[in-house]
């Protein structure tokens, strides 16, 4: 089996947490330590190192004498997320437009035109993780750190069921028109305004989320390395 050179833990890391979020191994694909430890020319002491951190993102669980699987939440998980999801940042995007400032909301356009660049180059995977750092920057915005520290998890986590369940041309698009009619209440200082808009936006992802995807076959760990490195 032909193997990457040695790579560093960090790679190794940034290499599999960005092909899970692009959805190249699908939900519940085990993550064999030995096999990645060929593929990566690694021991299996990085590739554990590596797992930890991928837990830490919620992108992997580690089962007990099993091992490692990527996670994506079930349908009544995501239902729960999106339910807290909905109470919280409203609030936080109603507090973003009191106080976001020039450089800030500078931050949030520029995040945009990278989702709205990447929806135009059809690279949808890429365009979700600017989706998130938009609702990311919009969040820290707001100046309460525990807002800030709940959603940061919980939009991750939104972030991984997009990934897999719903990434088209069509539900992107409109995602950007309602990025910039948020965008556009924060900058004029509108918090009423931007707290409703968040909402409905909010409703608008969890609507789209289509379960009915199915994955059912494991993918070559080799082949899918192979394309980052």
């Known amino acids: 089996m032909k193997t990457a050179p040695k790579m560093t833990e960090e790679k190794i890391y940034h290499v599999l947490r960005d092909a899970i979020v692009n959805a190249d191994f699908p939900p519940g694909q085990q993550l064999k330590e030995n096999v990645l430890a060929e593929a990566f ?10 797992f930890q951190r991928l837990k830490y993102d919620s992108l992997i669980e580690l089962k007990p004498k099993r091992g490692a699987f990527v996670y994506c939440p079930t349908p009544a998980e995501a239902e729960q997320i999106f339910s807290v ?15 976001a400032t020039s450089a800030e909301i500078d931050r949030m356009y520029h995040f945009l035109e990278e989702e709205r660049r990447l929806m135009k180059d059809q690279l ?23 807002l800030i520290e709940f959603l940061q998890k919980i939009i991750t986590l939104s ?13 992107e698009a409109n995602a950007i028109c309602e990025h910039d009619e948020l965008l556009e209440a924060i900058k004029n200082h509108q918090p009423k305004a931007a707290k409703e808009l968040a909402f409905k936006h909010i409703e608008s992802i969890q609507n789209d989320i289509d379960f009915s995807k199915e994955f059912t076959d494991p993918v070559s760990i080799t082949q899918v390395i192979h394309r980052y490195v």
């Open 85 to 99: 999801r909905k109470m919280l940042e409203p609030q936080a995007t109603e507090l973003a437009a009191h106080y």
């Open 159 to 171: 972030h991984i069921i997009l990934s897999f369940y719903d990434v088209s041309e069509h539900k």
């Open 41 to 50: 020319g690694v021991s299996r002491t990085p590739i554990r190192t590596v």
């Open 124 to 146: 949808f995977h890429q365009s979700l993780v600017a989706t998130k750092n938009l609702h990311l920057s919009i969040i820290e915005a707001s100046r309460n750190s525990y």
